[in-house]
């Protein structure tokens, strides 16, 4: 087996002074175990890349997306990690007729291009709040079409997904000669997540024009990608990262914010990349809030496209906290629909134990805010009392869902309407200064986690908790996906 050392310095061979970007013929002998990459045609291959010891959200991806296949024998994977040979053993135990390729050695390899290495060194400095950021598996992605050159199409994954739609719709998608498809989000705009009048002086092949040009589009979400491989060489997009990256290392202003890796994708594709339905990115899932004026383009959304009156919804949503803006605990109406549930949110479905999934109704969230004002989740609590509902767009209080169930199940029947936007749970007065955060909020009670429409109705009444779509396809307590 060859060594990690080993590795890299073949790689030093390849970079040829940090300019082209090419994987040999030998690279899947050399790094990856299982199925072949090469050998078996082109087609689409659906990628993924983690650093996570964890491996129960790849499994996750891989069997939503083989059972939801109509083809499930044509789907093949390739997952870039650190850990090739745990993965490889779980696959074999649970999934042994998945054809996946698990390849190893793309950290050291990615490090030894300068952008991504010179990016290391900011581990220290107080510029990148998000140390994990600067991993290079938060790259990956824009290197594949160079280490997966034999394929025709490339559907690239963030781990925290769940697949519920045939991925061979997207394998037989024209990409009308784009050289990447992804779900449009107008709930924000490029321009905020960079800083455009320094951006416009970048010299990364013409960009400073189209950074002014396409400062206000929307953006959109890399967690779910189509790549045409061949395009995107041919386009040089990779190294237009680099190039960002590089012009981000070196200034000592922040060029860009919101994350290390979304914003230089964001600016490179800007205004040319091909815009797939909503449904394949239906993003936002394990999110702790909810603005209103996002929550009314969701509602907005879910009406246009299946009819739905959402405003019953509303009684499921409640506003957080004494915030100058209104916060709503995140509620997802677009769910039932999804081909794609992504759980880019906070809290993870594999942290919440699947028990307490089947009755979300009457528990809540304990989530603990750190030092730096992270709010990790860790676990769930018996709610006390259930929040007073309010109709986002009239601002009338309803009669909540959780008021409903509380009636016939198991909550105190002492217990009260709780106005949460201006009392915490032990009745006193929130004040101007009571809470920082949304986080902090979550932090001072036992809340209601995330909620999504369920999966098989689309009325008032099915809503589930988003954790629940993910634990259908794996089993996290004993460690095993099912189909």
């Excluded at 850990?83 to 042994?96: G, I, M, S, Y």
């Excluded at 999934?357 to 004002?373: I, N, S, T």
């Excluded at 902090?440 to 995330?450: F, K, L, M, N």
Aim: aromatic share 8%; hydrophobic share 40%.
């Amino acid at each position: 087996m060859v060594r990690v050392a080993a590795r890299a310095a073949l790689w030093l061979l390849l970079v040829r002074g940090g300019s082209c970007i090419e994987f040999p013929e030998s690279w899947q002998r050399e790094h990856c175990v299982g199925a072949p990459l090469r050998g078996a045609g082109g087609g689409t291959v659906v990628a993924l890349a983690t650093d996570s010891t964890n491996q129960l959200p790849v499994m996750g991806v891989i069997n939503s997306t083989l059972a939801n296949a109509r083809r499930p024998d044509a789907v093949r994977f390739v997952v870039v990690t650190r850990h090739v040979h745990a993965l490889k053993e779980l696959l074999d135990a649970f999934l042994p007729a998945s054809r996946v390729s698990i390849c190893g050695g793309m950290a050291e390899a990615l490090l030894q291009r300068p952008a991504l290495r010179d990016l290391m060194r900011l581990g220290n400095s107080s510029r990148v709040k998000r140390k994990e950021l600067l991993s290079p598996f938060n790259f990956a992605a824009f290197y594949l079409p160079h280490a997966l050159d034999h394929a025709e199409k490339i559907l690239y994954l963030d781990t925290d997904v769940v697949v519920r739609g045939d991925v061979g719709e997207l394998a037989a998608i024209d990409m009308e000669g784009f050289a990447a498809a992804a779900v449009e989000d107008c709930s924000q705009q490029v321009a905020k997540y960079v800083n455009l009048e320094l951006l416009a002086d970048v010299d990364a092949w013409g960009l400073g024009a189209r950074v002014r040009e396409h400062g206000g589009a929307c953006v959109f979400n890399r967690g779910v990608v189509l790549f045409d491989p061949a395009r995107w060489r041919n386009l040089r997009l990779t190294e237009t990262i680099e190039e960002l990256v590089a012009a981000f290392t070196k200034s000592s202003a922040r060029l860009w914010r919101g994350g290390i890796s979304q914003p230089p994708f964001l600016l490179a594709l800007a205004g040319r990349y091909l815009k797939l339905d909503i449904s394949w990115n239906v993003r936002g899932l394990g999110r702790m809030d909810i603005g209103r004026g996002e929550w009314l383009l969701l509602a907005e959304d879910a009406r246009s496209r299946y009819g739905l009156e959402t405003s019953t919804f509303d009684r499921h949503v409640a506003p957080s906290g004494p915030f100058k803006r209104t916060f709503n605990p995140f509620f997802q109406p677009l769910a039932a629909r999804a081909k794609i549930l992504h759980f880019n949110g906070e809290l993870k479905p594999w942290s919440m134990d699947p028990k307490d999934v089947l009755h979300w109704q009457l528990l809540g969230m304990h989530v603990a805010v750190d030092l730096d004002g992270v709010a990790r989740f860790s676990g769930t609590c018996k709610l006390r009392t259930c929040a007073t509902a309010v109709n986002v767009t009239t601002g009338r209080r309803l009669r909540s869902a959780c008021e409903q169930w509380s009636s016939t199940a198991t909550l105190a029947k002492s217990s009260k309407r709780w106005d949460q936007q201006h009392f915490s749970l032990d009745g006193e007065r929130w004040s101007s200064k009571s809470l920082g955060s949304v986080g902090e909020y979550y932090a001072s009670g036992c809340i209601a986690p995330p909620l999504c429409t369920c999966l098989s109705d689309l009325s008032d009444d099915c809503v589930t908790s988003c954790a629940g779509h993910w634990h259908a396809y794996v089993n996290a307590d004993r460690r095993r996906a099912r189909r």
